[in-house]
C-alpha cells in the first residue's frame, strides 16, 4: 500500500513570504496530485505531475520520482493563500487516490 | 455547467436512521468516487464505481450502499446511520480509469457534512 506523507501539518506565514510544502510517498507512481481545500470546505485539483515542474500563477509543483518527493511552493504568500494543501497519489496507477494528511497554511497580513 | 453537485450541504440523523446522499455530474465523467474527510485523516475512499452498472468498495465501505444506474448519479446510501458516521463526505468524478493511469484531474462536489446523534 502507498502511504502518503505531508510535512509541515501546520504552517503559518506573514505575507509575502516564500512558503514549501513537502510529500514524500513510498512505492513508485504514474503521477502525483495537489489540491486545495478552502476554507469553505470545496476541494479543487491545483496540479497533477508526473515529472519536472508546474508552474501557475504564483504556486510551483516539483517532483522528483527517484526520491519520491515532491514539493509544492508558494511565492509571494497572501493571505487568501490560507487553505489546506493535500497530496495525493494513485492506487496501482488507477483514477483511486490515496491522500495526505493535508498541510493546514495560515497567511497573515 | 455544473461540475459536480452534491446534496444536501448539511444533514443532522438519529443513531439507526437511514438517508441518501446524492452526488450528480454533467462532465459524461466514467469513474465517480464517495470519500469521507474525518478530523486528523485524509481522504478515505468510501466506493467507488468506473462507469454505469460497476461499483466496487474502497477502503472504508462498512456501512455504506452505492449504486450506478446512470452516468451522471452516483447515490450513496446509509443504511443504519451510526455515531461514527459523523463525517464529511465528498463525491469525486473524473474522465475515467481506461487509458488514465492515474493522471486524470478529479472533480469534487461541495461536500456533505454529516451528524449523527
Known amino acids: 500500500k502507498n502511504e502518503v506523507e505531508q510535512s509541515p501539518q501546520n504552517l503559518t506565514a506573514q505575507e509575502g513570504e516564500f512558503i514549501t510544502i513537502n510529500c514524500s510517498y513510498s512505492?513508485?507512481?504514474?503521477?502525483l496530485h495537489w489540491l486545495q481545500q478552502h476554507p469553505g470546505g470545496g476541494i479543487v485539483s491545483l496540479f497533477m505531475?508526473?515529472?519536472g515542474k508546474k508552474k501557475h500563477g504564483r504556486l510551483i509543483a516539483t517532483i522528483n520520482i527517484q526520491e519520491k518527493h515532491s514539493s509544492l511552493h508558494i511565492t509571494a504568500s497572501h493571505p487568501r493563500d490560507s487553505a489546506v494543501y493535500i497530496c495525493a497519489v494513485p492506487s496501482y496507477n488507477t483514477d483511486k487516490l490515496i491522500f495526505g494528511t493535508g498541510t493546514r497554511l495560515q497567511v497573515f497580513p | 455547467n455544473a461540475g459536480v453537485t452534491q446534496t444536501p450541504k448539511f444533514q443532522v440523523l438519529k443513531t439507526g436512521q437511514s438517508m441518501t446522499l446524492q452526488c450528480a455530474q454533467d462532465?459524461?465523467?466514467?469513474?465517480m468516487s464517495w470519500y469521507r474527510q474525518d478530523p486528523g485523516m485524509g481522504l478515505r475512499l468510501i466506493h467507488y464505481s468506473v462507469g454505469a452498472g460497476i461499483t466496487d468498495q474502497g477502503e472504508v465501505p462498512n456501512g455504506y450502499n452505492v449504486s450506478r444506474s446512470t452516468t451522471e448519479d452516483f447515490p450513496l446510501r446509509l443504511l443504519s446511520a451510526a455515531p461514527s458516521q459523523t463525517s464529511v463526505y465528498f463525491c469525486?468524478?473524473?474522465?475515467?480509469?481506461?487509458?488514465?493511469?492515474?493522471?486524470?484531474?478529479?472533480?469534487f462536489g461541495a461536500g456533505t457534512r454529516l451528524s449523527v446523534l
Open positions: 512505492v513508485g507512481i504514474s503521477a
Open positions: 462532465m459524461n465523467h466514467e469513474y
Open positions: 469525486a468524478s473524473s474522465y475515467g480509469l481506461a487509458g488514465g493511469g492515474g493522471k486524470n484531474i478529479q472533480y
Open positions: 505531475l508526473s515529472s
